[in-house]
């Protein structure tokens, strides 16, 4: 067998540069190795992993657990498809249903087909079950949104970089602004409208978190209307924000959930619609499908996800930690900050314009050793994963402020 002679992160970037489509701007670390919230790059350096792969790694990489879980069902069975059943989806299904406190799961992989997936849920339960006219369903989201990259999900992006030079796009979308109940309930007065599709805290936004009350008072709007709220916690949900759930903040239930990133455990792609049966029950077999959804893998990792949240360690943790840090941060950020924003262990640093781009204090922490990312020009954002030590985050601590302060 033909050994590859060992590259160093220089050639490794290059080869990235000249065979990669370039749809990503990576920080210029080549990560070889991981354990816990820490990565090794191919040279031996150590960071402090503070992205968490957009929180798919709110367990840490490589969690013993999951990683066990994850090998015995290699030797197991790994795909049978929908075709057949498997032993581990029942009890999957059942079991993530009973974490969203409700009947049913349709599972998939990616987060944006668990987002095109509620998508056709909602028309097809407007028509069936609200009685909309046919061809007529129309589903409210939120200006600045994020739900993924296909096609109908860019389409009702209010970013450009996101939209440009990819029309035309699915219509039956209206956008309103974030954390505005007056101009949602603006927008329900429309029949038509059979879903409102929001993230409880607007990840790429740059971690913007609504007014208090804005979550109940969508609840209450969409109870009152008849219309699907659909909560997307790909990135809030599981433990990220302190609590299980990002809605749990307000006492709301959803109608539908989506889940992702962390369901998957840092392993693979695991995702999932999460709702009531008379909202679920609306497909019948062949309309909707994915033969990778829901397999034996997936389901094995899952199912150690849903364990390790029932223990409730890495919500308190998000929350302890995440008030702490908080509160250290906001104390402690020099002149070149205009806001720190943040729940659990998941953080926005807004920076001046002078003191912008967020890439360039970014491209700092990860000189001092801390790998975190920037979103739009001016917000720095971190969100490691929820096994991360007090230790590490006072470490953290020190270099994210003296990062700033350079820019000051
Ligand atoms: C709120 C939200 N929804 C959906 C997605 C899309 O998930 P995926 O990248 O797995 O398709 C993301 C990804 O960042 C997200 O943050």
Sequence with gaps: MKTEPKLGSAELIELVDRHSAHNYHPLPVVVAEAEGAWVTDVEGTRYLDMLAAYSALNFGHRHPDLIRAAKEQLDRVTLTSRAFHHDLFGPFCEQLADLCGT???????????GVETAIKTARRWGYDVKGVPE???KIVVCDGNFHGRTITIVGFSTD????????PFTPGFVSVPFGDAGALAAALDDPDVVAFLVEPIQGEAGVVIPPAGYLAEVRRLCTERNVLMIADEIQTGLGRTGTTFACDHEDVEPDVYLLGKALGGGILPVSAVVSRADVLGVFRPGEHGSTFGGNPIACAVGLEVLRLLRTGEYQQRSKDLGAWFLERLREEAPTSVTEVRGRGLWFGIELTPAAAPARAVCERLLELGILAKDTHETTVRLAPPLMVSHGDLEWALERIVNALSERA
């Design 160 to 167: 450009p970089s996101a939209t440009g030079g990819f029309g």
């Design 103 to 113: 009947d049913m799961v349709l599972a998939m992989n990616s987060g944006a087909e």
């Design 135 to 137: 061809g007529r369903a």
